[in-house]
């Protein structure tokens, strides 16, 4: 559920939010501008709970319940310039949490499709996304592993859970064209982003070493 601030609270957010992308976002090679804009438009303590709201803005992951986390700010911002998102797209958001990385996407323009396998965490982000108004989310509870097949084909597909493997029906919901980023492998985990250039023909690139939560459920049967 969002919180309500003071007009001074908010500038002071607001002011932290700018400082963020100009130290940790735009020196690390963050330079699309709708990426950089968002990230300075979307609210992060709003996504946090109540007692890390003064640390929204560092340059680090904050946990949630259940033993989750929202990824620091810089993932975010590296996983949606790497999917190359715009008004036009049609975005999968899986392992939703707080339902930051689907706020940010949406403030870009996308029709966002969000899952979460938590009830908790899927019902508290539905209802924080609701209050703040990001209308071009859909965000339900449930297993990431099938992917979302009514509202496919997707552009880009996110995935912030570490997995040994993409799930086979998330390589068929993806357009070609499509970009999917997302943790693959369990210790270490490269963070990787997948182009499907044909039916059945892919481009794998490795960006980074990562750490993210693993995926659970049908991917670890």
Sequence with gaps: MSQAFSPQQEANFAQLRAEMAKQQLCPRGIHDRAVLAAMRRVPRHQFVPGLSQHLAYEDNAIPLSAGQTISQPYIVALMTQLAHVDEKSRVLDLGAGSGYQSAVLAEIGAEVYAMEILRELADSAAERLRTLGYRNVHLKQGDGYAGWPSAAPFDAILIAAASPQVPPPLLDQLAIGGRLVMP???????????????????????????????????VRR
């Design 184 to 218: 693959l492998g369990d210790a270490p985990q490269i963070l990787q982003c997948i182009r499907k250039v044909g039916s059945d023909q892919f481009e794998h690139e490795k960006i980074a070493p990562v750490q993210f939560v693993p995926m659970t459920g049908r």
